[in-house]
């Protein structure tokens, strides 16, 4: 099973701050990656498909980038809706296999 | 617009099963699989497998295989996820997800999700 490993896994950031998340696989997985935010009591929201982009909707703030087994999810001026915890995942073999997430916290 | 809709929560005594249902509209149900991923409290995201509408093939993660089977009924574009002798640690909130590939663009993702359905087990 391809592992996939978040860091860091919470911060605290303030509004208009900019935020960068990493995602790392334990193998190559290309372009192979899906970024995911969860509200708490709410399902995953997808954000990002195939490393870098960005699905309908999503505020051009997010933003994502990588390949390979190295990825980032960046997040611009934040925004208050954009608290929240967010979780990779990769798509190149099944299992498909999460980041255990990364909590992003108001300073 | 699309949406999965699943039923409501259950509490089950350990040895017991549990069948969780979701309801898609807003899209031709055959043509996308439907994906279970799971939730324990306070933890991540637990993928459990999914299954093709269009033909029924299935593809179970390890951890669960022999004691899960999800199902489809086309006929009301429905999916549902039996897992049998539940155990404490199948404790979670249950997600269904519609399973969305693109050519060139990866292996596919999962939107949109089901609103969840939390399963506890307890005696």
């Known amino acids: 099973d391809i592992q996939m490993t978040q860091s860091p896994s919470s911060l605290s950031a303030s509004v208009g701050d900019r935020v960068t998340i990493t995602c790392r696989a334990s193998?190559?997985?290309?372009?192979?990656l899906n970024w995911y935010q969860q509200k708490p009591g709410k399902a995953p929201k997808f954000l990002i498909y195939?490393?870098?982009n960005l699905q309908s909707g999503v505020p051009s703030r997010f933003s994502g980038s990588g390949s390979g087994t190295d990825f980032t999810l960046t997040i611009s001026n934040l925004q208050p809706e954009d608290f929240a915890t967010y979780y990779c995942?990769?798509?190149?073999?099944?299992?498909?296999?999460f980041g255990q997430g990364t909590k992003v916290e108001i300073k | 617009q699309v949406q999965l809709v699943q039923s409501g929560a259950e509490v089950r005594e350990p040895g017991a099963s549990v069948k969780v249902s979701c309801k898609a509209s807003?899209?031709?149900?055959?043509?996308?699989?439907i994906t279970w991923v799971r939730q324990a409290p306070g933890q991540g995201l637990e993928w459990m497998g999914w299954?093709?509408?269009?033909?029924?093939?299935?593809n179970y993660a390890q951890k669960v295989q022999g004691r899960v089977t999800m199902t489809t009924d086309t006929s009301t574009s429905t999916a549902y996820m039996e897992l049998r002798s539940l155990r404490s640690d199948d404790t979670a909130v249950y997600y269904c997800?519609?399973?969305?590939?693109?050519?060139?663009?990866?292996?596919?993702?999962?939107?949109?999700w089901g609103q969840g359905t939390l399963v506890t087990v307890s005696s």
């Open positions: 807003g899209y031709t149900f055959i043509s996308y699989d």
């Open positions: 997800a519609r399973v969305v590939v693109a050519v060139g663009a990866g292996g596919g993702w999962f939107d949109p």
């Open positions: 195939a490393a870098s």
């Open positions: 299954i093709s509408p269009y033909n029924g093939n299935t």
């Open positions: 193998q190559s997985i290309s372009s192979h």
């Open positions: 995942q990769q798509s190149y073999s099944t299992p498909r296999t």
